[in-house]
């Protein structure tokens, strides 16, 4: 028996939906594993030679998170986030003190910068960078 005109029309809807489903749910397997939401960090200017903060990957509580620092849009340097941060502790944030980052940024041209820390997240996907927390504005006195 051949389906009506109305049938055909819905089982290809149908069929649309179906397919705009899967696709919807692949898109975002691979947009987790590439950009994790795993990344929680928070960076300040502790004055204008010292950035520090600290980077903890939720998915991985145990792990140093690789981090690198952004100044004016330029890669300024790159380390593992281990230092001792026992308010990163009490706060809920991770399971060990073991997080904290402190990059010397000294020798900054004087006036306004923007610096931005990111945490490095490899995977099979290739390396992607997360921003921890916000953009850090801060200025470098005229001495």
């Known amino acids: 028996m051949k389906p009506s005109r ?3 029309t819905n089982l290809l809807i149908g069929k649309s ?3 705009t489903l ?10 987790t594993n590439a950009f994790p939401p795993t990344f929680h960090g928070w960076g300040e200017a502790i004055n204008s030679q ?3 903060g600290w980077a903890v990957n939720n998915a991985s509580p145990w792990e140093r998170v690789e981090v690198q620092l952004f100044i004016d849009g330029k890669l300024y340097g790159a380390q593992v986030a281990q230092l001792s941060r ?4 009490k706060a809920g944030w991770a399971k060990d003190e073991w997080h904290g980052y402190n990059f ?3 020798g900054l041209t004087p006036g306004a910068h ?3 820390v990111y945490a490095l997240h490899r995977s099979g996907a290739g390396i992607t960078l997360q921003l921890l927390g916000d953009p850090i504005q801060f200025v470098v006195d005229h001495r």
């Open 50 to 52: 010292t950035i520090a």
């Open 86 to 89: 026992p308010d990163v502790v």
């Open 22 to 31: 899967f696709v919807t749910a692949l898109a975002v397997i691979v947009w």
């Open 17 to 19: 939906i179906l397919e």
């Open 114 to 116: 923007d610096a931005r």
């Open 6 to 8: 109305p049938q055909l």
């Open 104 to 106: 010397d940024v000294a």
